[in-house]
Every structure is written in C-alpha cells, then in structure tokens.
C-alpha cells in the first residue's frame, strides 16, 4: 500500500506541472503521478474513495469550479478542500503573479473566509486555521 506522510491508502497525485511532480515524487515516493491540465479528470467513475485539493479550487473561475465539482463528484464519494484563507473577514479574489516551470503570468486567485467555502462547498469546516481552510463537502 502506498501512504505519504498524511493521508493514508494509495496516493494518485496530479498536477500540470512536472516541476512539482518532481517534488512530489521526493515527497511521496510510491504515489503514482500524473502530469495532465484539468479539465477532465482522467480517471473513470469511482476510481477514488476521496479527492483532497490543496489550494488548487482558489485558482478556478465559476465555470472551472462548476466543472471541478462535477469531476471530482464523478470519480470519488468524497472531497476535501484545503486552500488560503483570507487575511481578512472577507472574501477575497483577483489576479497575481506567478512563475510555474520558469514562465510568469497572472494567475486567478481566491481566498476564502469559513463561511465563503462552506457557501460554495456545503459540509463541514474541519480545520479553520489562521492561513488555510479545510472543508469536507
């Protein structure tokens, strides 16, 4: 069985960057990787028990969200949502810069307060910390 450090059972990450795979793989060293751009996710139905996303759901505009949802409903009976809390009490999104594999651009970007997640997300508030959220829907 393959575990991290954290989450228990076999691990499947993914992420656009190979970059980051390379960490993960330092990381998570028998966690298969994929390198693919979402959407879709390409995985069949039910492959998962659970999808966690680590601020990656702050980086989607609506119809991304509404697509992401629907994936993550598709292929897991569960999903958990860890992601920036804002430094305020209120919501927060715009763009910033960011650099991924040596190229910069704007990225979208949300920060949520408990009640904005939980708005979007329904469930439980399971870790309301000073810097992240993180929700099981």
Do not use: K
């Not at 992420?15 to 390379?22: A, K």
């Not at 751009?37 to 069949?44: D, G, K």
């Not at 999808?51 to 994936?71: H, K, M, P, T």
């Not at 408990?114 to 399971?126: I, R």
């Amino acid at each position: 069985m393959v575990r991290t450090q954290f989450l228990p059972g076999r691990v499947t990450a993914m992420d656009q960057s190979q970059g980051m795979l390379d960490i993960a793989r330092t990381r998570a060293p028998h966690a298969q990787l994929v390198r693919t751009a979402f959407p879709p996710l390409p995985f069949p139905e039910d492959a998962f028990d659970l999808v966690f996303a680590a601020n990656f759901y702050g980086l989607l505009v609506a119809d991304e969200r509404d697509a992401f949802l629907a994936e993550a409903s598709r292929v897991a009976r569960g999903l958990v949502v860890l992601d920036l809390r804002s430094d305020g009490r209120t919501h927060m999104e715009g763009l910033e810069p960011r650099e991924v594999d040596g190229v910069s651009y704007p990225i979208f970007r949300r920060r949520f307060t408990p009640s904005s997640l939980l708005a979007e997300l329904g469930g439980d508030v399971l870790y309301p910390g000073r810097y992240f959220l993180l929700v099981r829907a």
